[in-house]
Structures are given as structure tokens and as C-alpha cells.
């Protein structure tokens, strides 16, 4: 019992403690300390407290320091948690218009472009909440069906049973299409002021382009302490794990 109630104390003085700095990285902010207030807000994340909000605020501290890299990575992380929010998306355009890299957008084609656009509409989690809603008035048209006496109404009730269990279907099949999207997905920001890309993850190979701060990567695989990335356009290649910050 006394070993539940110290973690349960301690609990509580961690949350006060992350509120305490995150209202004072708040108070900070506002008094134009944006280094004390990236500070602060630091301190809570050491606390393994994390929100969008604290993303956010510490990406818009590191902008006003006029730190690339940090800010974009701190919207990025703040998007994970909060991938709806217009403000957060806003400001990260904002502070990638400060990168030197301009990476081309190669858009997919064909069923695969189809898919992810009709998928990507929604978080997996909002599909999820939607398949479980399609479920519940899937229920409701059972039950309609099962105790109507009218002939018209029960037609009417297992055509709603067969539009709903559809909906059910296509939902939790978007949720499972976006979470292994997520999840498959390593983004990743260069915080290095040059980062040299090889085409072998070895500096003896041959350098294919060189990155700069700020510029979003993704990985795909990790030998050593070398990562192999793909920009944007499908350039891909290798760099030193210590160049980039994965996002998740």
C-alpha cells in the first residue's frame, strides 16, 4: 500500500512540476525570454510530459530564435500528436520557407495515389471512432429488423444493416491502411548545418548531394550509424545517423 502511494505522490509532483514550468515557459514566451522559455518547456519534455501544445510552443520559441531545424522538428512532433490542427500547420510552412533545400514533390499515381488520398482524409483514429459509430446504428438496424412486424419496415431495416456493416468495413479498413502508414512512416529532420549523402553508407563512397538544416528526410533503413533516407522527389541515399533527429 505504501509503495502505491509514493508512485501515486510521485505522480503528482511530476504533474505539478510539468504544469509549474510549462505555465512559466507560457510566461516566459510572452515576455520575449524565448530562449528561458525553450528552456522551460525543455524541462517538461525531460519529464516524459509531451502534448501538442508543448510542441508547439517550443517549435514557436526556436522560430523567434530563428533555430530552423529545432522549430520544424517541434511542429513535426506537435503534428503527430495533432494532425488537424491549422496552426501548428501553418507555422511549420513558415518556418520551412527559412530552409535552403527546395525538394520537388514527386505525386504517386495510379490506385495506390487513390487509396492513400481517400484514406489520408481522415487520422486512424477518427476512422476508428467512425467504424465503432457505423457498428453501433449497425446494431440499432438489427434490433429494428429483428423486432418489426411491418413487412416495408424490415426491408427498410436490413438495408440499413447492409449500408452500415459496409461503412464498418471501409472504416476499420481505412483505420488499419493509416495506422500501418504511421507507423511505417520515420520521418526525420537534418540538424546538421551540411549533411553530406553518400551513395553507401560509408564516407568512401561517393557523395551524391548535400542537405542542410531544417530539410525533412525520410528513413529507411539504419546500418550502424548510418541512415538510409528518401527525399521527397525519390532522391535517395545514406548520411551519419548523428546529422538527423527522427521525428517518432
Excluded at 419496415?153 to 468495413?169: H, I, N, S
Amino acid at each position: 500500500m505504501k509503495n502505491y502511494l509514493s508512485l501515486l505522490l510521485l505522480f503528482i509532483s511530476q504533474l505539478f512540476f510539468a504544469q509549474s514550468n510549462f505555465d512559466k515557459g507560457n510566461d516566459l514566451y510572452q515576455k520575449g525570454k524565448y530562449k528561458e522559455a525553450a528552456a522551460a518547456y525543455e524541462s517538461v519534455l525531460k519529464g516524459n510530459q509531451q502534448s501538442a501544445e508543448l510542441y508547439y510552443n517550443l517549435g514557436n520559441c526556436y522560430y523567434k530564435l530563428n533555430q530552423v531545424a529545432p522549430a520544424i522538428y517541434n511542429y513535426e512532433k506537435a503534428l503527430v500528436l495533432n494532425p488537424d490542427d491549422a496552426d501548428i500547420t501553418n507555422n511549420l510552412k513558415f518556418a520551412q520557407k527559412k530552409t535552403i533545400d527546395e525538394i520537388k514533390v514527386v505525386p504517386k499515381v495510379g490506385f495506390a495515389k487513390m487509396l492513400r488520398d481517400f484514406t489520408g482524409i481522415y487520422h486512424f483514429n477518427t476512422w476508428a471512432w467512425m467504424g465503432v459509430s457505423f457498428a453501433f446504428f449497425f446494431l440499432l438496424c438489427f434490433l429494428g429488423y429483428y423486432f418489426s412486424q411491418l413487412t416495408l419496415t424490415k426491408r427498410a431495416f436490413f438495408y440499413g444493416m447492409f449500408v452500415f456493416l459496409l461503412c464498418v468495413v471501409v472504416s476499420v479498413a481505412a483505420a488499419l491502411f493509416e495506422k500501418s502508414h504511421f507507423d511505417n512512416e520515420k520521418p526525420a529532420i537534418i540538424f546538421a548545418d551540411i549533411a553530406e549523402v553518400y551513395s553507401e553508407p560509408q564516407k568512401a563512397s561517393t557523395t551524391t548531394l548535400v542537405l542542410h538544416e531544417g530539410t525533412k528526410v525520410y528513413v529507411l533503413e539504419t546500418v550502424s550509424n548510418w541512415k538510409k533516407i528518401q527525399l521527397t522527389d525519390g532522391t535517395e541515399g545514406w548520411l551519419q545517423s548523428n546529422n538527423i533527429k527522427e521525428v517518432k
